[in-house]
C-alpha cells in the first residue's frame, strides 16, 4: 500500500503553454516567419540542461545557436518564457487540497528552470504549501526520466520508492518511474486521481 502520492507539475497540477503564448515568444524570438518549427524543436530538445540548472542566458544562447541567429531581446523572451508556465488547473488544486486534508503524504517531482520556481511559489504558495516535499529539476541537478529524481523525490518523502503512488502526464516519465519501483500512472483527469487514490487507499 502506498504511502505517499506525488505529482508532476506541468500537465497535470499546472497547464502547459497555450497557442497564445507560444505566439508571443515566437514574436520575440523572431521566428515567425516561417521558422516556427525549427524553433520548438530547438526549445525542447535543449531544454533537459535547462531544467537541471543551467542558466537562463546560456539555455537561451544554446537555442539562437542552434538556428545560427541571435535573439533581438533574450530578456523579455525569457520573460515571456515563464509566464507561459505559470497558469494552473484549478480542478486538480482543489483536489490537492482534498487530499492534503484527508492527512495524505504529498510530494511535487517537476522538471522546472530555477527562474520559475520562485514566480511559481509567489503566485501558488497556498497550495505548494500543502505538500510535505517539492522536489524540483534545477535544484537537485537531474531531471525525469533519470531514475536519480525519483529517489531523491522519495527519500525526501521519507518514504522507499515502492511506497509511492506517482502521476505524470508523459509515458515515459512514468515508466522510468515503474522501473525505480514506483506505483506510476499516466495523468488523464481529475476523476482518474480519485479512482486510483480511492483503489490504493480504501
Known sequence: MPEAIVFDLYGVLARDQSEA?????ERLAGVADGRARRFW???WELRPAYDAGQPTAEYWRAVAARLGTVFPDVAALARADLESWTR????????????????HRLGLLSNIISDLVPLMEERHGRWLGRFHALTYSCRIGVAKP??????ICADRLGVPVSRVLFFDDRAENVEAARRVGMLSEVFTSPAQVRRVV???FS
Open 41 to 43: 524543436e530547438a526549445y
Open 88 to 103: 494552473v488547473d484549478e480542478e486538480m488544486v482543489a483536489l490537492v487540497e482534498e487530499l492534503a486534508d484527508r492527512g
Open 146 to 151: 533519470d531514475p536519480r529524481a525519483y529517489r
Open 198 to 200: 480511492a483503489e490504493h
Open 21 to 25: 503564448d507560444k505566439r508571443v515568444i
